[in-house]
């Protein structure tokens, strides 16, 4: 095919199709080759084959080199089309194609541009808008935000999206480049020249067109509103008309936090979304009594997506103490996505700015945000530790947020860099997956969740309330959580940490898992602890400095419960750790210290009255590796896993005050008080070291030991290791004693010096089978003095309202245990060695425990035949026909029988004999109107054991004949 040159002009250099093609390369022909096709062979001055045909009255396309030709061209008229393959030069992705119009319209360079005889060009929308068609250089030399803030216009005007996906662009004095439009920028660079930050403008604002407005309700409505604006509240129904937006209510007249140190304040302001029917996402966090504004702010029905980009920061921003300065996105748009970026320095540039900057990316007023796949860079404060920064300095910040998401961002410096993070009033806050070397919510964090995170070492700096679950995640630093001072260390929700680790550092005082530092300050807004706390396989990581000696606590507090304006903080209802170890030294965990549990608002009811504790509180810490502490006397409180300090006279402030369950379970070396506090205490699986539960008074309470070990290692002051004293009891149930450790050595000699236990002598409280470990039993062995059957008995069972000593069960009479040892228990026995008889406590004196009393029986059978005297007889064939009397007694009456051979009963008088000769003589038997005859026998009837006694007949008279006599002795022996 020939080609067909035209005339040439000197402003329209003529080219062939297959030569412009070949010099727009493959990524321009796509775009250019349907005009082409259309327009046929350039001609000279933009003509077509069609213009040269039909004159301008036709359909005519013109084809230009560049935006420069297409300006300079006069052959154009109105109602033609042009394209450009070409803003600078043919190729330079500038190329678009125009309608030719009469027209006045203000010109941006790209969607408008002035031409020759009062013409303009007027971009025709295609599929999206690139920077290039608005002139946009990327020289190095050429402000690129000028013609970037004109596409993005255009782009917002006509709702397409901004595509560019390469390039390098200059980004200088040009800010508040608005965004309202997707946009995918790819590998596209942004070379930010900081020394032109501003402090009201940013350079790119994400924003919506859908204004903000003021909620105006009728005075029943508001009343309605206002009665239903408190914790719990999930449907508002007042504000359905509101539905997807997010509405803010502020009351100005009622202070909630004030910031110590800083005296500024904040008033009462919650916001929310609204559903259907006026259901809201995001809990109410304080309760209204009136506002001075409601407002509602329209989400967006869709998700704006800002995806690419790489952003190079000259880092010489301006000012010197001058406030904070803004260099990257504003949002102001809800339901915005940012992804796929990078951030950082220049490659040989250094931060120097010496004064602050609001974050790159900064969030205001939305809703369902995301900052996906980011790497950011937290700006440097402290250059060399001199701190030439004087406030700080944020790589991402923002207030007012609700549902905001970091996933996959990096943003991880050296101890010179400031917290990249750094907002107010973030609620459903989500980290995941992320590098960030701070997480910090100033004021108000409402309900975040962080998994699968590493935190450097500005850490994670809080304040607020609602969920605070983290999981999965690394912290580098000393305190895994930092709840800020300067708004009271308030934390007023849950807490759940699980499967986390902190990375210690040689250097500090101190670490821990909850750091909570606040002040004796008025906040102007309750403060505390927490309403529950979990923390589960939690590691304590001194790999990088196994040297570092200073202690690892799971809970630091302050030491007051009640600030001096008479302000009660609050305190969790559960507390709950457990699996919780050190790797990379030797030394464990402490537990907490309570310095004044008397104070607090536990928010429900507990007491003591005398009889039981009722817990509002309930703590136990299991599977815990506890720090050996240093050895010290047994009451100091210089180093303690766990304190609980109260004066035993100490009054609480009321029921609400903390009065804990305390469960401590698989955790060695325990070294705590519980001193005159108000607890019930329980010890499962642990090795106790020291305990002191005194001080003013007992302990009001109770504690109990099951499967626990008792092995002190203390320094000797003479006091017991010991004070289990309580008021409601002490019980041990399968514990073991081990011989202590004072001074460093073991000493079981010192033993009784436990308080509650003294071998063969003293066992005090309650006990079900306690053991002596091995190393007693054969110290006791080997001294001679064998553990006791007794003792063996007392540490098997024991009440403590038996008494606490050991009372022997056999012995020499002068080893009889007085009454006192076994609180004269009636029916206690014990052996007497020189008499080889048992004997029995009768509850004033020891007695045999034989009968008391015996009948000696004698009988004479036909005396009437026989002479005076006459001997009775025990038994037929009885050699003596006496009674040998086993033991001491009296005779203390006796019964007599007569039985007469006809007739009346005869009078009969008989004798006693003791030893063989007479001894209680002048005895008569039956009268005539008594038979038998039961006659007590007043004094002078004694006898000791071994005597013998007798009974004989001394006279008999009467009328008739004695048939036969019988007389029972009653014996009654002397039991002791």
Known sequence: MGEDRGSATPDSAWMSRRQLLTALGAATAAVTAQSLLAGGPMLADGQTVTGQTYGSNGCCSCAYRTLTELKSSVQLTEGMIAVTYGYYTIGDGGGAEYTITAGTLAEDGGSVVNLQNGLQARLIPSASVNYRIFGAVGDGVNDDGIQIKKAHAYANKTGLPVEQTSGDYWLKATNKIEIRTNVSWGATRFHIDESFNSKTDVKFLVSSAKPSSSIVLDPAAKASLIAKLKPGTTQLPELAPYKNCLVFVVDKNDIVARREGYGNQWVKEEFFYVEEHGRIIGDIAWTFRDYTSLTAYPCDDGYLIIDGGTFYLSGNSPGSNQGYWNNGFQIRRSRTVIRNQWVGLEVGQADVALDPRNGFYTFNYVYEVLLENVRLIPFEKDRGGSGQVPQGTYGIGGNRVL???????????????????????????????????????????????????????????????????????????????????????????????????????????????????????????????????????????????????????????????????????????????????????????????????????????GGYDGQKVTSNCSMRFENIQLEKVPVQTSQSAAHVHFLLNALGSQAYDDEYALYPTIEIVDCRDFFGHFRGSVADVRFRNCLINCIDAYEGGPMRGRIAFDHCDFRADALDDGRNFLFLGVTLGTRFTNCTVYAPIVNGSARPDLVSRYEFIQVNQALRY???????????????????????????????????????????????????????????????????????????????????????????????????????????????????????????????????????????????????????????AGLNGPGSGQNPAIVPIAGGGDFVGGDRIGVRITGISGMSPLAGFIVDLNAEFVNY
């Open 766 to 920: 309650n006990h079900a089978n306690t053991k002596l470990a091995k190393e007693l039993a054969d110290y006791y062995a080997n001294a001679g003095t064998p553990v006791e059957p007794e003792f063996t008995v007392m540490l098997r069972s024991h009440h403590e309202s038996e008494s606490p000593y050991m009372a022997r069960r056999k012995g020499t009479t002068t080893q009889r245990p007085t009454a006192g040892m076994f609180n004269s228990e009636k029916g206690f026995a014990y052996f007497d060695t020189d008499l080889m008889q048992l004997l029995v406590w009768d509850g004033g004196q020891w007695v045999y425990p034989s009968r008391l009393a015996d009948t000696l029986h004698y009988y004479a059978a036909n005396a009437a035949g026989g002479a005076v005297p006459i001997r009775m007889d025990r038994m037929k064939g009885h050699p003596t026909q006496e009674y040998l009397m086993p033991k001491a007694g009296r005779l203390s009456g006796y019964a007599a029988y007569a039985e007469a051979g006809g007739g009346a009963v005869p009078a009969v008088a008989f004798e006693v004999l003791k030893n063989g000769v007479p001894w209680l």
């Open 403 to 605: 549902g905001a998401t970091f996933r996959s961002v990096t943003a991880e410096g050296s101890r010179v860099h400031w917290g990249v993070f750094g907002t107010n009033m973030f609620k459903d806050f989500r980290v995941e997956n992320c590098k960030l070397n701070r997480v910090d919510v100033h004021f108000h964090c409402w309900n975040l969740y962080i998994r699968d995170c590493e935190i450097g070492y500005r850490g994670l700096s809080l304040t607020g309330g609602g969920n605070l679950f983290v999981e999965n995640t690394t912290r580098y630093g000393n305190n895994f959580i930092d709840f800020r001072p300067d708004y009271g260390a308030r934390w007023d929700g849950d807490i759940r940490i699980r499967n986390c680790r902190i990375l210690v550092p040689g250097t500090g005082s101190m670490a821990s898992v909850l750091y909570y530092n606040p002040s004796n300050y008025d906040y102007k807004c309750p403060i505390g602890y927490g309403r529950t706390i979990r923390i589960e396989d939690f590691i304590f990581d001194f790999t990088g400095s196994p040297a570092a000696a200073f202690p690892c606590w799971i809970m630091k507090i302050a030491a007051f419960s009640k600030t001096d304006e008479g302000q009660r903080l609050f305190f969790p209802m559960q507390l709950e750790c457990r699996n919780i170890s050190v790797h990379g030294r030797e030394q464990g965990v402490r537990l907490l210290e309570i310095k004044d549990p008397r104070g607090f608002d536990v928010r429900r009811k």
